[in-house]
């Protein structure tokens, strides 16, 4: 009779061990799944931010490298794999944020001559400029197979200057 009660606290015992483990594994899957999703949604966040910002591709790499680094030196040790991801990806948004978001309010027109012309894409034509040593890759909308898109030698680019002195593309025409 003794072996049977003792037996019982056992299965007991490593039923609530089972349910705290299932419990936890919840959380933590809950933890990782809205650290993808923050990750994709900054990823997005940041690449839109690229294709408005005259920055070259590898200050944009140095940006997404700073925050991805303090977070694996400092964070990922204290906080685990999820929260890490979720605080560089903050960092490097808030980054792009600030080159974006506090502009200056002088508007300024640049006219810059086109140097190559995409016809296809996800988003229709593309024209690439060059500014301060920058080639940078601009979506038109415009049909391709317009006369105007084919005889274009020019885009004229509206922009402020941002935060760190990188120009941000407000509007886009050509000429």
Known sequence: MMNFAKRMEKLAKRKNDRIQFLRKNKIQTTIYFASFIMIFVGAIYSGRQYNFTFISFWTAVLIGTIPGGISALILIRKFKFGAAFIISNAL?????????????????????????????GRTGPYVTVQFDGIDKTISVNIDPNSAQFKHALYLNLTVKKGTFGYYIIEDRKLE
């Open 92 to 120: 490097l948004c808030g980054i792009f944020f600030l080159i974006n978001g506090y502009s200056t309010n002088r508007v300024i027109t640049l006219k810059q001559p086109i140097t190559e012309k995409i016809v296809g």
